[in-house]
């Protein structure tokens, strides 16, 4: 190994050792500061929720809350196995809340299908902005304990989908907007060392 390598190596290391121990954050409302989910933070569903043949994600939201101060947040329930015959449901419960995990969902732009004889239609990058921005969707993984149901994987809340500059993840408040009546963030105190 080259001494440029073992640097190299080292510094990934220490970024790696670093980011792997951060704490997740996430703000309370748009006009007050971050908190942390501390273990014994829970999702309580507050009535069962059924997931669709064929599918591994089913929407959390009340049918009034979507406008209801939401701001373009949505959540979605995850399992991990899908069932393509029959419904899944999980049960309603108090689910602890193992951890929390940054998430960014990265979007790209579609051109429209071309119609019949039209051809195969390209769009061309432009020099320096690579084709236009990407948008973005940042969020949340809110991890779940799977003692609850052991098909239960997690819960993932993002924010409005819009370019970088425009974007942030979804606050406390605009999630819990979003559950409106289907389920209850409940964040526990922080533990004293």
């Given at each position: 190994m080259?001494?440029?390598t073992l640097i190299r190596s080292a510094v990934l290391g220490g970024l790696v050792f670093l980011i792997g121990g951060c704490q997740t954050l996430v703000r309370?409302?748009?006009?007050?500061g971050w908190v942390e989910?501390?273990?014994g933070s829970t999702l309580t569903l507050?009535?069962?929720?059924?997931?669709?043949?064929?599918?591994?994600r089913v929407f959390l939201s009340d049918r009034g809350a979507r406008g209801a101060g939401g701001g373009g947040t949505s959540c979605v329930l995850e399992v991990r196995r899908i069932d393509d015959e029959g419904t899944q449901s999980i049960p309603a419960g108090a689910i602890p809340i193992t951890r929390?995990?940054?998430y960014l969902a990265l979007v790209s732009g579609r051109i429209p299908t071309p119609g019949p004889g039209e051809g195969v239609r390209f769009q061309l990058a432009g020099h320096g902005d690579s084709g236009g921005s990407q948008m973005i969707r940042p969020g949340y993984h809110f991890w779940l304990d799977d003692s609850h149901?052991?098909?239960l994987m997690r819960m993932?809340?993002?924010?409005?989908?819009d370019d970088p500059a425009y974007t942030r993840a979804p606050t406390l408040a605009e999630i819990r907007a979003v559950l409106g009546d289907v389920a209850t963030l409940t964040i526990a105190?922080?533990?004293?060392?």
């Open positions: 080259t001494a440029n309370e409302s748009v006009e007050t989910i501390p273990a507050n009535r069962p929720v059924t997931f669709p043949p064929g599918r591994a929390v995990q940054n149901d052991p098909n993932t809340c993002l924010g409005r989908l105190l922080p533990t004293e060392p």
